[in-house]
């Protein structure tokens, strides 16, 4: 298990940008991901990084304004958000686990407890 924690939710206008951190008490998992959930909504796949090569995979309603990188020195999985819309309202998760598909819940097997992304129109 890796114990995750996440930072850097918050509120925000449309239009606006946040960055959202993700400290990994270790990195050796394969895959890292962002996911997140809505009220109402089954939790989605926003991004994901196979930490070994740093091949990226992104949701593809969202390629055009979210960036997932991963800062190998801090143990940090990280996710800049811009442009943002009231619908990107939700929970936001990271993840670690073993190879796999980067957006199926079932490739990980550590989740951190989320930080909460509000967008206001």
């Known amino acids: 298990q890796v114990q995750l924690v996440e930072s850097g939710g918050g509120s925000v206008q449309a239009g606006g940008s946040l960055r959202l951190s993700c400290v990994a008490s270790?990195?050796?998992?394969?895959?890292m991901a962002w996911f997140r959930q809505a009220p109402g909504k089954e939790r989605e796949g926003v991004a994901g990084?196979?930490?070994?090569?740093?091949?990226?995979y992104y949701n593809e309603s969202l390629k055009d304004r979210f960036i997932i990188s991963l800062d190998k020195v801090k143990n940090t999985l990280l996710l800049q958000m811009n442009s943002l819309k009231p619908e990107d309202t939700a929970m936001y998760s990271c993840?670690?686990?073993?190879?796999?598909?980067?957006?199926?819940?079932?490739?990980?097997?550590?989740w951190g407890q989320g930080t909460q992304v509000t967008v206001s129109s």
């Open positions: 993840a670690a686990g073993r190879l796999g598909s980067w957006n199926l819940e079932g490739t990980y097997h550590s």
């Open positions: 270790t990195l050796t998992s394969d895959m």
């Open positions: 990084i196979y930490t070994r090569a740093g091949i990226r």
